[in-house]
Nanobody, 114 residues
Framework: QVQLVESGGGLVETGGSLRLSCVASGNIFNYNMGWYRQAPGKQRELVARSTTAGITTYGESVKGRFAISRDNAKNTVYLQMNALKPEDTAVYYC?????????WGQGTQVTVSA
């Protein structure tokens, strides 16, 4: 079973940037991967997805600000987040997408101050 470890979160001001990383313990090149987030009191949502061919799609709320990328040789998925807003505050997770088949990691907290 692939284990996922997310990192790179933190506290940032509105308009700032962060780069999240997700390292998988096994090969992910055969999987479409995504970044999800869960804000307090809300359901987990998929915000960015990268297919095995590198085709990317984004949720409307992050389109134009976030960019997902992957390095299959390193079994790593990245999320570059720019122009951050307070509403981006959440715990961010990676997993296969759109259906999550791996065990969830601990996630990484992103907090955007107003």
């Amino acid at each position: 079973q692939v284990q996922l470890v997310e990192s790179g979160g933190g506290l940032v001001e509105t308009g700032g940037s962060l780069r999240l990383s997700c390292v998988a313990s096994g090969n992910i090149f055969n999987y479409n991967m995504g970044w999800y987030r869960q804000a307090p009191g809300k359901q987990r949502e998929l915000v960015a997805r990268s297919t095995t061919a590198g085709i990317t799609t984004y949720g409307e709320s992050v389109k134009g600000r976030f960019a997902i990328s992957r390095d299959n040789a390193k079994n790593t998925v990245y999320l570059q987040m720019n122009a951050l807003k307070p509403e981006d505050t959440a715990v961010y997770y990676c997993n296969s997408a759109p259906r999550s088949i791996f065990a969830w990691g601990q996630g990484t907290q992103v907090t955007v101050s107003a």
